[in-house]
């Protein structure tokens, strides 16, 4: 069965410094979102991109974050100036069509700001 | 009001139980309900999409009523391997989902 997959699994970053977050969305799918997950918290949306440009973001999804599709495959999630509070497990997710269509998740990068 | 309301939990259960999670949401407009399963540090997998007219998947059954807002899941003869925090998760608005804060299950031998 197709996947969304993400690298790095886990990522150590001192405060202050650009993470980028790069996901591999399942190949036929036409819509890419990114989600992250405080420990102990609820699931929740920063992004969603669709022909080459955002779509809908949250109030989460300041200056200081950046989505792109570098090419045909990669779907990346820059983080600039990290801080303290952007320590998170991060969550890619792709679906075929809109709304009505589930969203398939990748198993995560977990980021830690030291 | 949360926007997807869930009971944390946990809810300890015997293998071969039945047990039921509810959810309610406050967007009237929202269009699309699914329930994801959880564990522990894992990605959210999708369980089954939520129907108007409730559907049914194996052991898992899942109801929705639009007038009161409310979604639940029932799990039949539950597994050892159930085990796991089920996620609420609607569509309210856009391409956006909503998750609640996710029901926990026990289910032991």
């Known amino acids: 069965e197709p996947e969304v997959t993400q690298t790095p699994s886990h990522q150590v970053t001192q405060m202050g410094q650009e993470v980028i977050l790069r996901c591999v969305p399942i190949?036929?799918?036409?819509?890419f979102y990114w989600y992250r997950q405080i420990l102990g918290q609820k699931v929740e949306f920063l992004v969603s991109?669709?022909?080459?440009?955002?779509?809908?973001k949250s109030e989460i999804f300041d200056d200081q974050f950046s989505v792109e599709r570098p090419d045909g495959s990669n779907f990346t999630l820059k983080i600039r100036s990290t801080k303290l509070e952007d320590s998170a497990m991060y969550f890619c997710?792709?679906?075929?069509?809109?709304?009505?269509?589930?969203?398939?998740f990748g198993d995560g990068t977990r980021l830690s700001i030291l | 009001r949360k926007e997807v309301e869930q009971d944390p939990g946990p809810f300890n259960v015997p293998e071969g139980a039945t047990v039921a999670f509810n959810c309610t949401y406050s967007?009237?407009?929202?269009?699309?309900f699914f329930w994801y399963r959880q564990d522990c540090r894992k990605e959210p997998k999708l369980l089954m999409s939520v129907y108007s007219s409730g559907n049914e998947d194996g052991r898992f059954t899942a109801q929705l009523n639009r007038a009161s807002q409310y979604i639940s899941l029932l799990i039949r003869d539950s597994k050892l391997s159930d085990s796991a925090t089920y996620l609420c998760v609607v569509n309210q608005r856009g391409n956006m989902l909503t998750f609640g804060g996710g029901t926990r299950l026990m289910v032991k031998p």
């Open positions: 991109f669709y022909n080459n440009e955002i779509s809908e």
């Open positions: 967007n009237s407009a929202s269009q699309s």
């Open positions: 190949s036929n799918h036409l819509y």
């Open positions: 997710a792709s679906n075929i069509a809109s709304s009505n269509q589930p969203q398939h």
